[in-house]
């Protein structure tokens, strides 16, 4: 659900007002509706000072080991230092590039004395450098002309032409190059002095890393300032400049301690709590199962403040689908134990991410037991006795294929139920009209169909019963969907629903179809696997053993990695796409930031 909110305007003596800020801020409750102001060039220095700050910290946050953390340096010399050794690193690391390039050029000629070659033409003679094909290379030329071959790679041949005063003509295809003015060595020499330099960087980069906690702190002050000042211009000068008007929200469960706080100070104020349709600030309040799925529905986004917070109404679907895409016991137990381990020892901020993990990795495990598949084993074919008198409980493809249809055309028509509840909590009865008509003659329709079927009941379908719930229905579809608008323009608009709804629906259900696709994959990847591990393993008892432990691992881990992120998004896309379009969804709301200090990590 969205908490409640309450607006309130504040008004204070402009000598008092930068106290106030201070202390309101320190209480961190209040949401401040902020004027967009032009920065000045102090605000600028501060907010690139943040983001040179936020990029060293991105830059050598693995770099960082709690036990050998430090805050005694200055946090701006220390980020000097770090620029300064990163455009070093930056610059050594081109040079060690062009010296690489350099030194494959210069390879084929092999090592030799530059001050020789330079002597060899004080004497006179031309030293030429040529390169020519292995297959135009002529042999006999070379044997009759002062030419030495050097080398012959790649093929081509790398060779020497010396000549005086006249010149040698060459009969064949050549390409004429300058020799490096450095040897083989002295080049690798120049490499490895580089390489040396970048790792004394290293290290001292790995130093200053442990100084990241006194940046965070430079950086959160920053913070603080930056927004105090954007609170700050937010403010409405009123009685010549003499009384500051400031805006803000305020969730009523916090209420009381901005109340004891108004007091305490003796501030003046007004208050009223936010209409159904004002732009008040977004928080979700849900119970302990529902809480766990809001980082998803914040991925997309959330809603706004005069709609239903769909959370609680996608949460066990969301959890469903996860299972059905998986659909490995042997991954789900993986899961879930895997996230109780990390909960046990790791950080407190990632555990309410673990529970949503064991939630999901029990989901797998029952749609694991559910269609007999354990780490890629299908117990249906195993040859398993304890198992023979139920292997028929288990669903096979077909009935898989079945339930992912079933269970689409129900969050559809859920989604539809969240949709009327919705328009009537927005707009009032007259716009859920429409909406609750669609229910009425799909639900109506099915429940028509399934009487159809049972012989005892003799209930027709399309007989008078049905056609006057479907003539009921047609009628609230085709002429309250837009209440208050001309009757002829509600026809036409009904028409024009009645086609978006018929094909949408028929694409939204088939969409669900992914469920059961996304589920018979992972089998059969895991089933391959293990087929690879037993098949390709030699007869030799001990390797052959260790060579299939090896596949099983490597290869179950690639596919429960690629199943476990193909689960995640393919809910989401059914979420956000066909269930929030459904339910008639808005969004665009903008989340509760109330205005405190950041708190340095």
Same mark, same amino acid.
């Given at each position: 659900?969205?908490?409640?909110?309450?607006?309130?305007?504040?008004?204070?003596?402009?000598?008092?007002?930068?106290?106030?800020?201070?202390?309101?801020?320190?209480?961190?409750?209040?949401?401040?509706?902020?004027?967009?102001?032009?920065?000045?060039? =102090?605000?600028?220095?501060?907010?690139?000072?943040?983001?040179?700050?936020?990029?060293?910290?991105?830059?050598?946050?693995?770099?960082?080991?709690?036990?050998?953390?430090?805050?005694?340096?200055?946090?701006?010399?220390?980020?000097?230092?770090?620029?300064?050794?990163?455009?070093?690193?930056?610059?050594?690391?081109?040079?060690?590039?062009?010296?690489?390039?350099?030194?494959?050029?210069?390879?084929?000629?092999?090592?030799?004395?530059?001050? @020789?070659?330079?002597?060899?033409?004080?004497?006179?003679?031309?030293?030429?450098?040529?390169?020519?094909?292995?297959?135009?290379?002529? =042999?006999?030329?070379?044997?009759?002309?002062?030419?030495?071959?050097?080398?012959?790679?790649?093929?081509?041949?790398?060779?020497?032409?010396?000549?005086?005063?006249?010149?040698?003509?060459?009969?064949?295809?050549?390409?004429?190059?300058?020799?490096?003015?450095?040897?083989?060595?002295?080049?690798?020499?120049?490499?490895?002095?580089?390489?040396?330099?970048?790792?004394?960087?290293?290290?001292?980069?790995?130093?200053?890393? =442990? =100084?990241?906690?006194?940046?965070?702190?430079?950086?959160?002050?920053?913070?603080?300032?930056?927004?105090?000042?954007?609170?700050?211009? #937010?403010?409405?000068?009123?009685?010549?400049?003499?009384?500051?008007?400031?805006?803000?929200?305020?969730?009523?469960?916090?209420?009381?301690?901005?109340?004891?706080?108004?007091?305490?100070?003796?501030?003046?104020?007004?208050?009223?709590?936010?209409?159904?349709?004002?732009?008040?600030?977004?928080?979700?309040?849900?119970?302990?199962?529902?809480?766990?799925?809001?980082?998803?529905?914040?991925?997309?986004?959330?809603?706004?403040?005069?709609?239903?917070?769909?959370?609680?109404?996608?949460?066990?679907?969301?959890?469903?689908?996860?299972?059905?895409?998986?659909?490995?016991?042997?991954?789900?137990?993986?899961?879930?134990?895997?996230?109780?381990?990390?909960?046990?020892?790791?950080?407190?901020?990632?555990?309410?991410?673990?529970?949503?993990?064991?939630?999901?990795?029990? #989901?797998?495990?029952?749609?694991?037991?559910?269609?007999?598949?354990?780490?890629?084993?299908?117990?249906?074919?195993?040859?398993?006795?304890?198992?023979?008198?139920?292997?028929?409980?288990?669903?096979?493809?077909?009935?898989?294929?079945?339930?992912?249809?079933?269970?689409?055309?129900?969050?559809?028509?859920?989604?539809?139920?969240?949709?009327?509840?919705?328009?009537?909590?927005?707009?009032?009865?007259?716009?859920?009209? #429409?909406?609750?008509?669609?229910?009425?003659?799909?639900?109506?329709?099915?429940?028509?169909?399934?009487?159809?079927?049972?012989?005892?009941?003799?209930?027709?379908?399309?007989?008078?019963?049905?056609?006057?719930?479907?003539?009921?229905?047609?009628?609230?579809?085709?002429?309250?969907?837009?209440?208050?608008?001309?009757?002829?323009?509600?026809?036409?608009?009904?028409?024009?629903?009645?086609?978006?709804?018929?094909?949408?629906?028929?694409?939204?259900?088939?969409?669900?179809?992914?469920?059961?696709?996304?589920?018979?994959?992972?089998?059969?990847?895991?089933?391959?696997?293990?087929?690879?591990?037993?098949?390709?393993?030699?007869?030799?008892?001990?390797?052959?053993?260790?060579? @299939?432990?090896?596949?099983?691992?490597?290869?179950?881990?690639?596919?429960?990695?690629?199943?476990?992120?193909?689960?995640?998004?393919?809910?989401?896309?059914?979420?956000?796409?066909?269930?929030?379009?459904?339910?008639?969804?808005?969004?665009?709301?903008?989340?509760?930031?109330?205005?405190?200090?950041?708190?340095?990590?």
């Amino acid at each position: 659900m969205i908490v409640p909110m309450i607006k309130y305007g504040f008004l204070v003596y402009h000598r008092d007002f930068d106290l106030f800020l201070a202390k309101l801020q320190e209480l961190g409750v209040v949401d401040i509706v902020k004027q967009t102001h032009t920065p000045t060039e =102090q605000e600028k220095g501060m907010l690139s000072l943040v983001n040179r700050y936020t990029a060293a910290i991105n830059a050598l946050g693995s770099r960082f080991d709690s036990d050998k953390s430090s805050e005694s340096a200055d946090a701006e010399v220390i980020l000097n230092e770090i620029e300064e050794l990163q455009k070093e690193e930056e610059q050594l690391e081109i040079s060690i590039r062009k010296a690489q390039k350099d030194l494959a050029d210069a390879r084929p000629w092999g090592e030799f004395n530059p001050d @020789t070659i330079s002597a060899i033409e004080a004497q006179g003679i031309v030293m030429r450098f040529l390169i020519a094909s292995e297959k135009g290379f002529d =042999q006999e030329w070379a044997a009759e002309n002062p030419v030495e071959i050097i080398n012959s790679e790649a093929g081509n041949v790398y060779f020497v032409l010396m000549q005086q005063s006249e010149a040698i003509e060459v009969p064949f295809d050549v390409q004429e190059v300058k020799l490096p003015s450095f040897s083989f060595n002295q080049k690798e020499d120049e490499i490895n002095s580089f390489r040396d330099k970048l790792k004394s960087i290293d290290n001292r980069l790995t130093e200053l890393a =442990q =100084q990241i906690p006194a940046m965070q702190t430079a950086k959160d002050i920053l913070m603080n300032k930056l927004e105090f000042i954007a609170v700050q211009s #937010s403010a409405d000068k009123q009685a010549e400049d003499t009384l500051m008007v400031l805006q803000g929200w305020i969730p009523v469960t916090k209420n009381n301690n901005l109340l004891e706080f108004l007091d305490k100070e003796n501030v003046a104020y007004v208050s009223e709590k936010a209409k159904l349709h004002d732009d008040a600030p977004i928080l979700l309040k849900n119970n302990k199962f529902a809480k766990l799925f809001e980082p998803i529905g914040n991925l997309f986004t959330s809603p706004i403040y005069s709609e239903l917070d769909l959370t609680p109404f996608f949460a066990p679907f969301f959890m469903m689908f996860f299972g059905f895409c998986l659909g490995d016991a042997g991954y789900g137990l993986i899961l879930l134990l895997g996230a109780t381990a990390y909960k046990l020892k790791g950080k407190a901020k990632m555990r309410p991410i673990m529970t949503l993990v064991q939630w999901l990795g029990l #989901s797998t495990v029952i749609f694991g037991i559910l269609t007999g598949t354990i780490f890629g084993v299908n117990l249906v074919e195993a040859e398993i006795a304890f198992l023979e008198n139920v292997k028929g409980y288990f669903l096979d493809n077909d009935n898989l294929f079945m339930l992912a249809l079933a269970v689409g055309a129900l969050q559809i028509l859920f989604g539809m139920f969240v949709k009327a509840a919705n328009q009537v909590k927005m707009w009032g009865w007259a716009h859920a009209i #429409s909406t609750i008509s669609w229910i009425v003659l799909l639900l109506g329709s099915a429940i028509f169909y399934g009487l159809s079927q049972l012989e005892e009941m003799n209930i027709e379908l399309m007989g008078t019963a049905h056609t006057a719930l479907m003539a009921i229905a047609g009628i609230g579809i085709l002429f309250f969907n837009t209440p208050g608008k001309n009757p002829f323009i509600n026809l036409g608009l009904g028409l024009w629903n009645i086609y978006n709804m018929v094909t949408g629906l028929f694409g939204d259900v088939l969409s669900y179809i992914r469920l059961f696709a996304l589920g018979l994959s992972s089998a059969i990847l895991g089933s391959v696997f293990n087929s690879l591990a037993f098949g390709l393993s030699p007869d030799i008892p001990i390797v052959g053993a260790i060579v @299939t432990i090896l596949i099983l691992v490597i290869g179950h881990s690639i596919n429960l990695f690629m199943s476990a992120l193909g689960s995640l998004v393919h809910p989401m896309r059914l979420t956000f796409v066909e269930f929030y379009k459904n339910a008639g969804f808005t969004g665009g709301g903008k989340n509760y930031q109330p205005f405190k200090k950041q708190e340095a990590n």
